[in-house]
């Protein structure tokens, strides 16, 4: 039997962090707010693009592996915001990591983008169509941010982080997944700007308002990630005493908390960031197991499930055996260019460019317009 082992990890969160304060400098919000709803204290906002995170977070993940770019037969981005269309963003990180033998696919399930994504590389390596895989979480969502709007602007930050896989003999890597969608709750988490939908409408892109129904989609968010863990607890004939460390997505702490309770697992046994980079849809689960790894909290041979869900509204909840290994092989000496603006800053400019266009979404767009072009 094939199995995909993770041998690579690696991150990269950009430097600049906004505070529950700087947000409350131009938002009706406060700290006190934020962190008793959330548990978020302070989130990074990027200075550079999707891919140059990526970039970045992939070097790592190699040198970790101690493979090269050319090692590499697949790469799978996952992240709902892309640099452009088109070209693909995966297609972007083989150019910049000479991965010149490797498919490139972006996977777009918001924020299990990178669960899925490492779902599917997983079945390609053990269906013996791939050898090694490299799958990326990243989020640029600053750039797509309505920052005038309180119920989302304080949630969301930057980030990304990505792992490598290889085939190997010995039980390891992704070893259950439930994957699934409550298509019906699709309308508690729409983004308005950002699609074809909105393409001649006057509508410039980056400015966006966001349909965002936040006590539905936690209720759904709970109950859809324990179900699923329970599934797939079952599937591995594992019971909640047997996983050594949860890693979750990262929406709210209240969350996280509600899902280990029903799981069944203890607060000690669930890895949390959520209050130094809130919600980085995508990039959270990877980011949050690349720390759980340099703080020593994967073990050698240990079981680790890792629920997320997001917009769609997407679900899953994984099982992976970790291998041997929990230290890297080396270390990559690449880096972002240093940032010469605050988070402040960076949000600031943001916000001028989508005032000085006017919010042309405003009135244009309603929930009903993508299926009224569809009738
Ligand atoms: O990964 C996928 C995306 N993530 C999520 O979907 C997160 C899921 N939802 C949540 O985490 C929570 O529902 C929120 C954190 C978004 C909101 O917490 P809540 O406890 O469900 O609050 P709420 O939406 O019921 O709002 C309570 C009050 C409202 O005021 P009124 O109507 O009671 O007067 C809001 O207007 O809090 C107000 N409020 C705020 N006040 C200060 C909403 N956002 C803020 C804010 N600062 N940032």
Redesign the pocket.
């Known amino acids: 039997m094939t199995y995909a082992a993770i041998t690579g990890w690696g991150k990269c969160m950009p430097p600049a962090v906004l505070t529950n304060d700087d947000l409350s400098t131009f938002?009706?919000?406060?700290d006190e707010?934020?962190n008793s709803?959330?548990g978020m204290r302070e989130r990074r906002v990027s200075h550079v693009s999707a891919i140059d995170m990526s970039v970045v977070a992939v070097s790592q993940a190699l040198a970790c592996a101690g493979l090269e770019g050319r090692d590499i037969d697949l790469i799978i981005y996952g992240s709902c915001s892309n640099d452009e269309g088109v070209p693909n963003s995966a297609s972007g990180v083989q150019l910049a990591i000479g991965a010149t033998r490797a498919a490139a696919m972006d996977v777009n399930t918001a924020?299990t983008s990178f669960c899925y994504g490492l779902a599917t590389a997983t079945a390609m390596i053990r269906s013996g169509m791939v050898k090694t895989a490299v799958v990326i979480g990243v989020e640029l969502i600053s750039r797509f941010m309505d920052w005038s709007n309180?119920?989302v602007a304080?949630?969301f930050g930057d980030g990304a982080a990505a792992v490598v896989l290889q085939a190997s003999d010995v039980e390891s890597g992704l070893i259950g997944s439930v994957l699934g969608c409550d298509a019906e709750a699709r309308e508690t988490?729409r983004v308005r700007g950002l699609g074809l939908s909105y393409a001649n409408k006057d509508v410039r892109f980056g400015d966006t308002l966001w349909d965002?129904d936040?006590?539905v989609?936690?209720k759904r968010?709970v109950t859809a990630m324990a179900e699923a863990s329970i599934r797939v607890m079952a599937d591995c004939r594992l019971t909640a005493d047997d996983i050594d460390l949860v890693v979750p997505?990262q929406?709210?702490l209240r969350?996280i908390e509600s899902l280990a309770k029903y799981s069944g697992i203890p607060m000690e046994r669930v890895m949390v960031t959520v209050h130094k980079y809130g919600?980085m849809?995508a990039a959270t689960v990877p980011v949050a197991l690349v720390e759980a790894l340099e703080d020593g909290r994967v073990t050698p041979g240990g079981t680790i499930m890792m629920p997320a869900?997001?917009?769609g509204l997407t679900f899953c909840s994984l099982i992976v055996k970790w291998g041997d290994r929990v230290t890297p092989l080396g270390l990559s000496d690449k880096a972002l260019p240093p940032c010469t603006k605050t988070a402040l800053e960076l949000v600031n400019e943001s916000r001028a460019m989508h005032d000085a266009h006017g919010r042309s979404l405003q009135g244009l767009m309603s929930p009903l317009f993508v299926e009224a072009s569809l009738g």
């Open positions: 938002l009706d919000t406060s707010w934020i709803r959330t924020c309180r119920n304080v949630l988490l965002f936040g006590p989609i936690f968010a997505h929406a709210n969350i919600n849809s869900f997001g917009g």
